[in-house]
């Protein structure tokens, strides 16, 4: 059974930071990998979508890395902002069954 | 634009009154997925269909069903609604599964 641990669970910043944060998965056997934003109170917005066969993929200042043979990926934010406090979810998708979602991490910048 | 939205945003209803939440998408995907999620908890998955076929997951309490009428809409019955399923409903969907999940607003259910 598919599981997605992300660490740490909570991460507190300065403004201006560069921060990571990891997500690691026990099945490589994986179709993709999506992280994905959640305000409090919201919905989930999409940020990055990971095909298998690729190693990376940006969005602004945002950068997912995947390391399938090793179950891990990181969600790399530079520069952060007060507005990018949110929790960020990452979720894996074996493409025959529904996404597997981590707990999230939960960030917060502070100005 | 292109998307997913749910009604309401707010639900509040009486403990035991069948309550039910919608989701619609114009997005033509042929995925629609209802997970329920918790306080600090990661979205748990109820149902999904593909295309009209219905797909229920082993732990989904038999107090919840869904209804799919047609590609758009896709609804959420909860039959008698416990304390315990006070909870943010998230609506998603995704074309085959090949291009990510596209996730509504949510809707947050408060049982009193």
């Known amino acids: 059974k598919q599981e997605v641990t992300q660490i740490p669970a909570a991460l507190s910043v300065p403004e201006g930071e560069n921060l990571v944060l990891n997500c690691s998965f026990t099945d490589s056997a994986i179709y993709n990998l999506q992280w994905f934003r959640q305000d409090p109170g919201k919905g989930l917005t999409s940020l990055l979508l990971?095909?298998?066969?690729?190693r990376e993929q940006t969005s602004g200042r945002l950068n997912a890395s995947l390391d399938k043979s090793s179950g891990r990926s990181t969600l790399y934010i530079a520069a952060s902002q007060p507005g990018d406090s949110a929790t960020y979810l990452c979720?894996?998708?074996?493409?025959?069954?529904?996404?597997?979602f981590g707990k999230g991490t939960r960030l917060s910048v502070i100005a | 634009d292109a998307m997913v939205i749910q009604n309401p945003r707010y639900q509040v209803t009486q403990f035991g009154k069948p309550v039910t939440l919608s989701c619609s998408q114009t997005l033509n995907h042929n995925v629609m997925y209802w997970y329920q999620q918790k306080s600090s908890q990661a979205p748990k998955l109820l149902f999904h269909?593909?295309?009209?076929?219905?797909?229920n997951e082993a732990d989904t309490p038999d107090n919840f069903q869904s209804r799919r009428p047609n590609t758009s809409f896709c609804f959420l019955d909860i039959r008698s609604p416990g304390l315990g399923d006070a909870a943010m409903y998230l609506c998603?969907?995704?074309?085959?599964?090949?291009?990510?999940?596209?996730f509504g607003s949510g809707t947050r259910l408060t049982v009193v």
């Open positions: 269909y593909y295309d009209k076929d219905f797909n």
């Open positions: 998603a969907t995704s074309r085959d599964r090949t291009r990510g999940y596209t």
């Open positions: 979720a894996v998708d074996k493409g025959n069954t529904p996404l597997v």
């Open positions: 990971i095909q298998s066969s690729q």
